[in-house]
């Protein structure tokens, strides 16, 4: 069963530009959560994402957004890039049925690293 | 607020002995706790969950936590660690505020095993 994956790997950015980053979740997994890590923050949360519709959202600016496709898929993408945007990004998916939600995990990919020059 | 303190940047650990990862945490209602750990320049990898029932719960690769209502900790435990454990551990809470995946992380734990 294939993982959660994530493209690109590896991205170089300049300041002011904007990026898309994707995730592709666990085949039958509606949930899909993003994380920032950055050494200094450490994992901060960003939004999930369920049945195509913004579930949570974490205390990150309006530049940051994202959505999700009818097949799960979901990407997020970051405008006007600033030099702080540097950061691991990590998609998570969860296998979610009504409230057992609180007892799933979640499982990640391997993370798409943003350099911001 | 709901939150996860991991009280150590670093343990050290010779390989072969026992080794402990602290974790306490906050949160109003019934706690849902994870462990996952995290290899350099990869995602985190899922360990173990506490949900309800035994406090002592075992998961992958030879690890257990112990889940303590009393002290409100849920630390980290291997009997014999081995040179490959070495690698970033995190604990998390389920943030409990209604239907979502959200997970509050710790500030991570990096567990460094001497041969």
């Known amino acids: 069963k294939a993982g959660v994956t994530q ?4 991205l170089i950015k300049t300041r002011g530009q904007q990026v898309t980053l994707s995730c592709s979740p666990i085949s039958g997994h509606r949930s899909v959560s993003w994380y920032q890590q950055t050494p200094g923050q450490g994992l901060q949360f960003l939004f999930e994402y369920f049945s195509e519709t913004q579930r949570n959202k974490g205390n990150f600016p309006g530049r940051f957004s994202g959505r999700q496709f009818s097949n799960s898929r979901s990407e997020m993408n970051v405008s006007t890039l600033e030099l702080g945007d540097s950061a691991l990004y990590l998609c998570a998916s969860s296998k979610v049925t009504g409230q057992a939600i609180m007892n799933t995990e979640a499982f990640f990919g391997q993370g798409t690293r943003l350099t911001v020059v | 607020a709901q939150s996860v303190a991991q009280p150590e940047d670093q343990v050290n650990v010779a390989e072969g002995n026992p080794l402990t990862v602290k974790c306490t945490y906050s949160v109003s209602g019934n706690p849902y706790l994870f462990w996952y750990v995290q290899y350099p320049n990869r995602g985190l990898q899922f360990l173990l969950k506490y949900i309800t029932g035994d406090n002592l719960v075992k998961g992958s690769y030879g690890f257990e936590a112990e889940f303590n209502k009393s002290q409100t900790s849920f630390h980290l435990k291997k009997p014999s ?24 992380f710790g500030t991570g734990t990096l567990l460094a095993v001497q041969p």
């Open chain 1, 7 to 10: 493209t690109p790997r590896y």
């Open chain 2, 81 to 104: 660690a081995l040179v490959s454990d070495s690698a970033l551990y995190f604990c998390a809470v389920r943030d409990p505020g209604g239907a979502t995946n959200k997970l509050i």
